[in-house]
Protein backbone atom coordinates (compact mmCIF):
# COMPACT_ATOMS: atom_id res chain seq x y z
CA UNK A 1 0.00 0.00 0.00
CA UNK A 2 2.63 2.42 1.05
CA UNK A 3 4.86 1.50 -2.13
CA UNK A 4 1.89 2.53 -4.14
CA UNK A 5 0.81 5.70 -3.10
CA UNK A 6 4.28 6.66 -3.04
CA UNK A 7 4.58 5.26 -6.95
CA UNK A 8 0.78 7.75 -7.39
CA UNK A 9 2.44 10.67 -5.59
CA UNK A 10 5.63 10.07 -7.97
CA UNK A 11 3.38 10.16 -11.20
CA UNK A 12 1.74 12.89 -10.41
CA UNK A 13 4.36 15.39 -9.42
CA UNK A 14 6.07 14.21 -12.77
CA UNK A 15 2.93 15.59 -14.85
CA UNK A 16 3.22 18.63 -12.65
CA UNK A 17 6.59 19.18 -13.86
CA UNK A 18 5.48 18.32 -17.18
CA UNK A 19 2.58 20.49 -17.03
CA UNK A 20 5.24 23.31 -16.32
CA UNK A 21 7.39 22.46 -19.13
CA UNK A 22 4.60 23.11 -21.47
CA UNK A 23 3.92 26.54 -20.06
CA UNK A 24 7.56 27.95 -20.26
CA UNK A 25 7.51 26.38 -23.82
CA UNK A 26 4.23 29.39 -24.45
CA UNK A 27 6.71 31.64 -22.99
CA UNK A 28 7.80 33.67 -25.35
CA UNK A 29 11.40 33.84 -26.01
CA UNK A 30 13.92 36.61 -28.51
CA UNK A 31 14.48 32.90 -30.35
CA UNK A 32 12.02 31.16 -32.79
CA UNK A 33 10.55 27.91 -31.73
CA UNK A 34 7.98 25.76 -33.79
CA UNK A 35 6.25 24.51 -30.36
CA UNK A 36 5.53 27.92 -30.01
CA UNK A 37 2.75 28.45 -32.43
CA UNK A 38 1.14 24.90 -30.68
CA UNK A 39 -1.51 26.20 -29.06
CA UNK A 40 -2.55 28.88 -31.55
CA UNK A 41 -6.01 27.53 -33.13
CA UNK A 42 -7.16 27.87 -36.29
CA UNK A 43 -10.89 27.66 -37.93
CA UNK A 44 -10.69 24.75 -40.32
CA UNK A 45 -14.19 24.20 -41.69
CA UNK A 46 -16.33 25.36 -38.73
CA UNK A 47 -13.94 23.61 -36.01
CA UNK A 48 -11.26 24.63 -34.16
CA UNK A 49 -7.57 22.57 -34.91
CA UNK A 50 -4.14 23.29 -33.71
CA UNK A 51 -2.04 25.29 -36.36
CA UNK A 52 0.46 22.22 -36.57
CA UNK A 53 -2.47 19.99 -38.09
CA UNK A 54 -3.14 22.30 -40.83
CA UNK A 55 0.05 23.12 -41.70
CA UNK A 56 3.83 22.46 -41.94
CA UNK A 57 6.06 24.97 -39.17
CA UNK A 58 9.64 25.50 -39.90
CA UNK A 59 12.49 27.32 -38.79
CA UNK A 60 13.50 29.86 -41.41
CA UNK A 61 15.91 31.40 -39.43
CA UNK A 62 16.93 32.14 -35.58
CA UNK A 63 14.24 34.83 -35.23
CA UNK A 64 11.63 33.89 -38.19
CA UNK A 65 9.42 31.16 -38.56
CA UNK A 66 7.71 29.79 -41.79
CA UNK A 67 4.08 28.38 -41.54
CA UNK A 68 3.51 26.45 -44.70
CA UNK A 69 -0.73 25.87 -44.52
CA UNK A 70 -1.56 22.51 -46.83
CA UNK A 71 -4.17 23.30 -48.41
CA UNK A 72 -3.93 27.26 -50.15
CA UNK A 73 -7.47 28.61 -48.99
CA UNK A 74 -6.11 28.35 -45.18
CA UNK A 75 -3.29 30.68 -46.05
CA UNK A 76 -5.38 33.82 -44.74
CA UNK A 77 -7.41 31.97 -41.63
CA UNK A 78 -4.03 30.99 -40.54
CA UNK A 79 -2.35 34.40 -40.48
CA UNK A 80 -5.48 35.64 -38.71
CA UNK A 81 -5.21 33.11 -36.21
CA UNK A 82 -1.55 33.75 -35.61
CA UNK A 83 -2.31 37.70 -35.66
CA UNK A 84 -5.23 37.01 -33.18
CA UNK A 85 -3.52 34.75 -30.20
CA UNK A 86 -2.39 36.32 -27.22
CA UNK A 87 1.26 36.02 -28.47
CA UNK A 88 2.08 39.17 -30.16
CA UNK A 89 3.35 38.18 -33.62
CA UNK A 90 2.89 40.17 -36.50
CA UNK A 91 2.83 37.43 -39.48
CA UNK A 92 3.24 38.47 -43.19
CA UNK A 93 2.10 36.08 -45.92
CA UNK A 94 3.97 35.53 -49.08
CA UNK A 95 2.21 33.48 -51.62
CA UNK A 96 1.55 30.37 -49.39
CA UNK A 97 4.32 30.74 -47.07
CA UNK A 98 3.54 32.89 -43.77
CA UNK A 99 6.73 34.36 -42.53
CA UNK A 100 6.65 35.48 -38.44
CA UNK A 101 9.13 37.16 -37.06
CA UNK A 102 9.85 37.18 -33.91
CA UNK A 103 10.07 40.97 -32.09
CA UNK A 104 13.29 41.37 -29.94
CA UNK A 105 12.56 41.51 -26.05
CA UNK A 106 13.30 44.86 -24.90
CA UNK A 107 14.74 44.60 -20.92
CA UNK A 108 11.20 45.86 -19.78
CA UNK A 109 9.61 43.15 -21.26
CA UNK A 110 12.20 40.53 -20.39
CA UNK A 111 11.72 41.05 -16.84
CA UNK A 112 8.18 41.01 -17.20
CA UNK A 113 8.32 37.69 -18.68
CA UNK A 114 10.86 36.28 -15.68
CA UNK A 115 8.59 37.38 -13.29
CA UNK A 116 5.49 35.18 -15.36
CA UNK A 117 7.97 32.27 -15.24
CA UNK A 118 8.46 32.85 -11.65
CA UNK A 119 4.64 32.80 -11.52
CA UNK A 120 4.17 29.82 -13.16
CA UNK A 121 7.27 27.98 -11.09
CA UNK A 122 5.35 28.95 -7.53
CA UNK A 123 2.01 27.17 -9.25
CA UNK A 124 4.08 24.29 -10.09
CA UNK A 125 5.96 24.25 -6.46
CA UNK A 126 2.19 24.69 -5.21
CA UNK A 127 0.94 21.73 -6.76
CA UNK A 128 3.50 19.32 -5.74
CA UNK A 129 3.71 20.57 -2.39
CA UNK A 130 -0.26 19.91 -2.50
CA UNK A 131 0.40 16.37 -3.54
CA UNK A 132 3.26 15.73 -0.75
CA UNK A 133 0.36 16.72 1.77
CA UNK A 134 -2.47 14.60 0.31
CA UNK A 135 -0.06 11.71 0.28
CA UNK A 136 0.67 12.31 3.69
CA UNK A 137 -3.24 12.24 4.48
CA UNK A 138 -3.22 8.77 2.96
CA UNK A 139 -0.45 7.91 5.45
CA UNK A 140 -2.12 8.76 8.26
CA UNK A 141 -5.22 7.88 7.79
CA UNK A 142 -3.64 4.43 6.77
CA UNK A 143 -2.22 4.57 10.41
CA UNK A 144 -5.31 5.58 12.27
CA UNK A 145 -7.06 2.76 10.72
CA UNK A 146 -4.46 0.30 12.05
CA UNK A 147 -3.07 -0.51 8.01
CA UNK A 148 0.12 0.18 8.58
CA UNK A 149 2.65 0.64 11.74
CA UNK A 150 4.02 3.96 12.42
CA UNK A 151 7.37 3.33 11.50
CA UNK A 152 6.29 2.53 8.28
CA UNK A 153 4.45 5.37 8.04
CA UNK A 154 7.00 7.57 9.42
CA UNK A 155 9.32 6.04 6.82
CA UNK A 156 7.22 7.17 3.95
CA UNK A 157 6.34 10.29 5.11
CA UNK A 158 10.47 10.92 4.50
CA UNK A 159 10.14 9.01 1.12
CA UNK A 160 7.52 11.22 -0.01
CA UNK A 161 9.83 14.27 1.33
CA UNK A 162 12.62 13.41 -0.68
CA UNK A 163 9.82 13.27 -3.99
CA UNK A 164 9.02 16.82 -3.07
CA UNK A 165 12.45 18.22 -2.30
CA UNK A 166 13.39 16.40 -5.79
CA UNK A 167 10.33 17.92 -7.80
CA UNK A 168 11.17 21.56 -6.37
CA UNK A 169 14.87 21.00 -7.53
CA UNK A 170 13.88 20.05 -10.69
CA UNK A 171 11.03 23.23 -10.72
CA UNK A 172 14.02 25.21 -9.34
CA UNK A 173 16.34 24.47 -12.30
CA UNK A 174 14.38 24.73 -15.28
CA UNK A 175 13.00 27.90 -14.34
CA UNK A 176 16.84 28.96 -13.80
CA UNK A 177 16.79 27.84 -17.65
CA UNK A 178 14.25 29.81 -18.76
CA UNK A 179 15.60 33.02 -16.79
CA UNK A 180 18.95 32.21 -18.46
CA UNK A 181 16.99 32.14 -21.82
CA UNK A 182 15.22 35.11 -21.76
CA UNK A 183 17.98 36.89 -20.01
CA UNK A 184 19.60 36.22 -23.47
CA UNK A 185 20.23 38.97 -25.74
Same mark, same amino acid.
Given at each position: ??????????????????????????????? *?? $??????? +????????????? %? !????????????????????????????????????????????????? *?? $??????? +????????????? %? !????????????????????????????????????????????????? *??????????
Amino acid at each position: MIAELKKIAEAKMQKSLEALKNDLLKIRTGR *AH $TGLLDHV +MVDYYGSPVPVNQ %V !ANITLVDARTLGVQPWEKNMVQKVEKAIRDSDLGLNPASQGDLIRVPMP *AL $TEERRKE +MIKVVKNEGEGAK %V !AIRNLRRDANTHLKDALKKGDIPEDDERRAQDDVQKLTDKYIAEVDKML *AAKEAELMQI
